[in-house]
């Protein structure tokens, strides 16, 4: 008789889907540093603001298509006909203050690049300082993160170059999700997969 598969153990926030766990599993928390990436994971961030992540990305691809893959050169030249063109689009988030930033962060994305070299170069500069942290990250502990000195720091620095919905707790959700940090749980069968890209990463 053969053996049942053993299930793997996920992080708490994994609701068993095939598209949840896939992301989980090969996405979040392994490091990112390319630039468009980076910045579809700030937009979309934004756009999650008031609702669930997977409300969004079940909506991604659709995302992707309509803002030309995130690619900010292009976005920062969108005009008030591309917004009207987004507001009418079903298959995203349809909210002309969440739109109309992205359009907006975009050009200050370029000018992040410009000074920077690169946007990675810049956020990876507030990577996160887990020294203080338990060592062990089970749910409980976990639930009670929501941001981190370095979100706060991240957000008050990118307000005052006039980005838009970069509160900290946005910020703290991208850089989880973008690898600054290593937020899967303890027990979770993915976290020494992300401890090791982590290290391998050229700071």
Partial sequence: ??????????????????LYDAYHDHEWGRPVTDDVRLFEKISLEGFQAGLSWITILKKRERFRAVFDGFDFHKVAGYTQRDVARLLDDAGIVRHRGKIEAVIHNAGRAIELQREFGTLARYFWRYEVDVSKRPKQLTQDVLRGITTAPEAIALSKDLKKRGWKFVGPTT?????????????????????KSVDDARKELSR
């Fill in 1 to 18: 008789m053969p053996h049942a598969a053993i299930a793997l153990k996920r992080c708490f926030w994994v609701d068993g889907s095939a």
């Fill in 171 to 191: 910020l703290y959700a991208f850089m989880q999700a973008m690898g600054l940090v290593n937020d899967h749980q303890h027990d979770c069968f993915a976290r």
